[in-house]
């Protein structure tokens, strides 16, 4: 049982070029999540989705995009980076999103550190 | 808006308790407390959270105020291992996501 993964682990963007992140999850999870992670800041929601097929914007979405097509992968979308978009992301699950249910759990990945030049 | 205050860092001796304070006194009826660490260059780890009554767990113990307006989160034999960023949330019933302040920066020192 992996947990959440992310790839790829580091990556160096030029201003103005693309790329996704990916994450994928083996737990069955019907959530998952984006977050950004500035240097000595908190996490900040990027995106979310409650189910295959099903997403939503969080805090800071502005840049960004997502799908999920399966239950399993999460990638986020980096269009046009900017050099605003550096920072550490993590992708999160969870089974449940009710707070106060012990199902609601979010589970992390190991994060992806981007830097955009 | 923070909905939580924390103090900024904290130093604790290692095999000692370590106790960490949040204030959180807008805190509404249906709001849980929840407790989240950052060990460095890793991802969140959920701890414990709680309502109203004290809540207890293989990893921590979490004391909230019968006011609710503040909370203190207890790691009893703190290892160097307990050394991270730690996470005060509140967060609504339903389907409410988890806002992330700057937390408390626990150094256990050998």
């Known amino acids: 049982n992996a947990g959440v993964t992310q790839t790829p682990k580091f990556r160096i963007l030029k201003i103005g070029q693309s790329m996704t992140l990916q994450c994928t999850q083996d737990m069955n999870h019907n959530y998952m999540y984006w977050y950004r992670q500035d240097p000595g800041m908190g996490l900040k929601l990027i995106y979310y989705s409650v189910g295959a097929g099903i997403t939503d914007k969080g805090e800071v979405p502005n840049g960004y995009n997502v799908s999920r097509s399966t239950t399993e992968d999460f990638p986020l979308r980096l269009e046009l980076a900017a050099p605003s978009q550096t920072s550490v992301y993590f992708c999160a699950s969870s089974e449940h999103a009710l707070a106060g249910d012990n199902r609601d759990t979010q589970y992390f990945g190991p994060g992806t550190r981007l830097t955009v030049l | 808006d923070a909905k939580t205050t924390q103090p900024t860092s904290m130093d604790c001796a290692e095999g000692r308790a370590a106790n960490l304070p949040c204030n959180h006194s807008t805190i509404s009826g249906n709001e849980y407390v929840y407790w989240y660490r950052q060990i460095h260059s890793q991802g969140p780890q959920y701890i414990i959270h709680?309502?109203?009554n004290n809540e207890t767990n293989e990893m921590a113990s979490l004391i909230i105020t019968e006011d609710r307006k503040s909370s203190t989160l207890i790691l009893p034999h703190a290892t160097l291992r307990d050394t991270a960023v730690y996470y005060c949330i509140l967060r609504g019933s339903g389907n409410t996501p988890l806002v992330f302040g700057k937390g408390t920066r626990l150094s256990v020192i050998a």
């Open positions: 709680g309502l109203k």
